[in-house]
């Protein structure tokens, strides 16, 4: 039996070939089983944002003007 390994400090990049966002600016993001919101930068047409925490999973929730 193995023991988990902790994802402390390790950046997971997920990246999508063509990703669909509405043509409207982000006005928040936020972490649905966290239930907090989260800093957001927007870099042309990408949107970045650091999960401080990951347990089993999380939903990352952008919400639009």
Avoid: M
Wanted: net charge negative; aromatic share 12%; glycine share 2%.
């Amino acid at each position: 039996v193995h023991k988990p390994v902790p994802l402390i400090y390790t950046v997971i990049q997920i990246f999508s070939a063509k990703p669909e966002f509405p043509e409207k600016p982000v006005k928040s993001v936020r972490l649905l089983k966290a239930d907090t919101t989260i800093d957001f930068t927007v870099d042309g047409d990408w949107i970045e944002v650091t999960v401080p925490r990951l347990d089993a999973y999380e939903v990352v929730v952008f919400e639009y003007e």
